[in-house]
Nanobody, 120 residues
Framework: QVQLVESGGGLVQPGGSLRLSCVPS????????MGWYRRQAPGKQPELVA????????NYADFVKGRFTISTDNIKNSLYLQMSSLEPEDTAVYSC?????????????WGQGTQVTVSS
């Protein structure tokens, strides 16, 4: 079992920047994909923001391309999301997700989320 803890959220003005971090409770192994998702309203399905695979391939939602950058710390397997040019529409709870493959079994771990509010 892996616990994920996000940090770095907060209140920022439009056009500002934030850097989110996701730190695992221990260094996980066999992680195939890590990603950031966001939920803009309670009960709404989380939407993909960005993912990065174990071989470094990244994928971004169209609404964040050119503004957000996903990265990892290969030593601790921490995950980061650098967010720039933030817009009010980016207001959401951002959660990190790690997908682990052990043999034929797949596991998915989620953090509790960190609130990002973009407002003047």
């Amino acid at each position: 079992q892996v616990q994920l803890v996000e940090s770095g959220g907060g209140l920022v003005q439009p056009g500002g920047s934030l850097r989110l971090s996701c730190v695992p409770s221990r260094r996980p192994f066999a992680i195939s994909t890590m990603g950031w998702y966001r939920r803009q309203a309670p009960g709404k399905q989380p939407e993909l923001v960005a993912t990065i695979t174990d071989d470094g391939n990244t994928n971004y939602a169209d609404f964040v391309k050119g503004r957000f950058t996903i990265s990892t710390d290969n030593i601790k397997n921490s995950l980061y999301l650098q967010m720039s040019s933030l817009e009010p529409e980016d207001t959401a709870v951002y959660s990190c997700n790690y997908r682990q493959t052990l043999g034929s079994r797949n596991y998915s771990y989620w953090g509790q989320g960190t609130q990002v509010t973009v407002s003047s």
